[in-house]
Nanobody, 116 residues
Framework: QVQLVESGGDLVQPGGSLRLSCVGS????????MSWYRRTPGNERELVAQ????????NIADFAKGRFLISRDNTKNTISLEMNSLRPEDTGVYYC?????????WGQGTQVTVSS
């Protein structure tokens, strides 16, 4: 079955950087657009960034533009999210997502905390 496993979340100071990773299995990874979402305290889950099957950045949230970079390595069934200039409001749980009609698949999430 489809599995998505995120890693890389941590406690980081404001202005710092983190790199999140997500490994997918149970499906043809290279055939699907992949996405990062996040849920920050008190808010609904929201899209952070998408990457197409061939590595082009798709939709990206305004808060992520210029600070976050999404990438993928189809040889390793992995997508990554490089996050720079982190802010306290970036604190939340970050999720990996894949949509294969008619279902959306999610990982368990990885916690990012930005605090001094």
């Amino acid at each position: 079955q489809v599995q998505l496993v995120e890693s890389g979340g941590d406690l980081v100071q404001p202005g710092g950087s983190l790199r999140l990773s997500c490994v997918g299995s149970g499906f043809t990874f290279s055939a699907y657009t992949m996405s990062w979402y996040r849920r920050t305290p008190g808010n609904e889950r929201e899209l952070v960034a998408q990457i197409t099957k061939d590595g082009r950045t798709g939709n990206i949230a305004d808060f992520a533009k210029g600070r976050f970079l999404i990438s993928r390595d189809n040889t390793k069934n992995t997508i990554s999210l490089e996050m720079n200039s982190l802010r306290p409001e970036d604190t939340g749980v970050y999720y990996c997502n894949m949509y294969r009609f008619p279902s959306a698949y999610w990982g368990q999430g990885t916690q990012v905390t930005v605090s001094s």
